[in-house]
């Protein structure tokens, strides 16, 4: 049986970076929800918090969507 998960067990490898990002903006988790939400997301700081320890999956709209507001490259946001 395949299993979807990186090599550490965690079920994304842009976590850390959507992490690093945000706090490099200084903004809380809940206000990255707040602005992905603007762009259509609906994401809250909950799913947030899932995204950046690895217990949530992303999707590639979700990733186009952080790196636009973080700012970001998606592909800044893949690298391991």
Do not use: H, P, W
Not at 40 to 62: M, P, S, W, Y
């Amino acid at each position: 049986m395949f299993i979807n998960k990186s090599k550490d067990g965690k079920n994304n490898i842009c976590g850390i970076n959507i992490a690093k990002y945000r706090k490099a903006l200084n903004i809380s988790q809940r206000e990255l929800a707040d602005r992905l939400q603007l762009y259509g997301l609906d994401v809250d700081k909950n799913a947030i918090q899932r995204i950046e320890c690895g217990k949530r999956f992303v999707t590639d709209i979700e990733l186009v969507s952080l790196s636009k507001v973080l700012k970001k490259d998606f592909k800044d946001l893949l690298e391991i």
